[in-house]
Structures are given as C-alpha cells and as structure tokens.
C-alpha cells in the first residue's frame, strides 16, 4: 500500500528519470572505461571483469554515485514541503509515521534500483569481457547487498537532511558538504579508534576499496571496519535517522 502513493508521484516526474538514468550511465561509462586504465605499462582488460572479484569493485565504484540517489530523495521529500503535499495528506487523514513509511518505501525503491544497475552492469561486463560461470559469477553476490545497505544508509541521511532544512537546494548543499567537507574534517581531529564509528565512514565501510589487504600490507593494518562488523551499525544510524526525520516531522508545522 504504501508503494502505490509514492510511485505515482516518483513515475511522472520527469527529474527522476533524469537523475536515474544520469546513475545508470555515468556508472556504465566508468566501468567500461576502466577497462582501458593502463597500470604499471600493462592494460587492465579483461582482467578487471573477471568474477567474482568483479562485484566488490563494481559495489566500491558504484558507492561514488550513490550522492545521486540521495540528491533524488531530497528532492522528492523538499518538493512535499514546497507544494504543501505533506500538510494535505495530513489534513486527508494521514498520520506523519505513514508520511515517514512513504518515503522509507521510496528509498526502498531507490536502493532497489542502484542493486538493479550494479547487478545489469555487473553481468554485462562479467559475461561479455570476461569467461565466467555461474558459480563464479554467484560467489561475490554479498558484495551487491553490502552495496544496497550503503545506499539504504545514505538515503536515511538524504531525508533527515530534507527533513530538517526543507529547501532542496539548500538542502542538497548540506549534504554534500557533510558528505565531502565536514565528516572528512572531522576526522581529522578524531584518533582512528573513534572516527571510523561517524555515519559516513560506517557507510563506506559496506563498500570497502578493493585491495585494501594489499595495502594493509605496505602501510600498515587499517583500523576500518570490515562490511560485516559494519552492517549492524549501518542498521543503527539508519534507524536513528528515519527517527529523527518522524520527531522533526511530529514536531514542526508540516
């Protein structure tokens, strides 16, 4: 039930499209042309598309356009407050955590759609750049649904943001500014121990940067957490954020 009322408003609006398709092709362009990095004199080739590999670079390459989805859902939750869509369903006898649960099915079906890309990308290149079976190309599947909880988080943020400035313009500056500017700085003044607990960083933790044990090796261990100690968190922040976004709601002149 609560699908119905959200998809009539997300399928005629033409914004939406746009910012889905932009994901969808920014993503298949980046992967496809990843192909042709060449590293240490050599291409990489078809050696980048190789399962089941594959799914965790797609997922960590994939978690740099997540922004987009968020942008989206800011949108469509600052668009109820500027045409007054929030205040009249409340008038026509909607509660505010039916309000909430709209737009907790909306990201719903955001998340969704970014799974849906990454796995169409995903077996594209896998099946047509790369000789693979089904085995292999099944055994780093996890690696998508780390990916669909990344998303899921974001968007908790996304609406909490929209939820509290209600302006989209100003609204989406916030979160990018979070996202790239003020978490980032954070950081910086927190030892590692603490800083790898912030939103962000427990986020992009379900998407960890292939490699990393590589790495991990030259530089030292990370301190980062890996997506499984991760997930449970992630649930947490986004259970608050969906929280708050009801209390905000509940509380100021719709």
């Known amino acids: 039930m609560l699908f ?32 042709n990095v060449t590293l ?4 990489l080739g078809q050696s980048l598309y190789v399962f089941p590999a594959l799914w ?5 390459v994939a978690s740099y356009f997540t922004m987009l989805l968020g942008v989206l859902l800011i949108i469509l ?13 409340v008038i026509d006898g909607a509660s505010v955590g039916e309000l909430v649960q709209g737009k907790l099915a909306a990201s719903g079906v955001l998340a969704g759609f970014g799974m849906l890309v990454v796995l169409g990308v995903g077996f594209y290149f896998g099946l047509t750049r790369a000789a693979a079976t089904v085995d ?25 943001v929209a939820v509290l400035v209600r302006r989209s313009g ?37 998407t960890p940067m292939p490699g990393q044990e590589l790495l991990d090796t030259v530089a030292g261990p990370s301190l980062a957490l890996l997506p499984t100690q991760a997930l449970p968190l992630a649930l947490a922040y986004m259970a608050l954020f969906w929280a708050l976004s009801y209390l905000l709601l509940r509380s100021r002149d719709l």
């Open 77 to 89: 939750i600052t668009d109820e407050f500027q045409f007054r869509t929030f205040r009249q369903q």
């Open 136 to 160: 292999q190309a099944a055994a780093g599947l996890p690696a998508v649904l780390f990916y669909g909880a990344q998303v899921l988080g974001l968007l908790a943020l996304a609406a909490l």
């Open 4 to 35: 119905r009322p959200e998809l009539r408003k997300i399928l005629p609006y033409r914004t939406v499209w746009i910012i889905l398709l932009a994901y969808a092709v920014l993503l298949m362009l980046f992967v496809g042309a990843g192909g």
């Open 170 to 206: 100003a609204a989406i500056l916030v979160f990018l500014l979070y996202l790239w500017v003020a978490e980032p700085l954070l950081r910086l003044s927190l030892p590692d121990e603490l800083d790898r607990y912030l939103p962000a960083k427990i986020f992009n933790s379900l």
């Open 40 to 43: 240490n004199g050599q291409q």
């Open 56 to 60: 965790s670079k797609l997922a960590y």
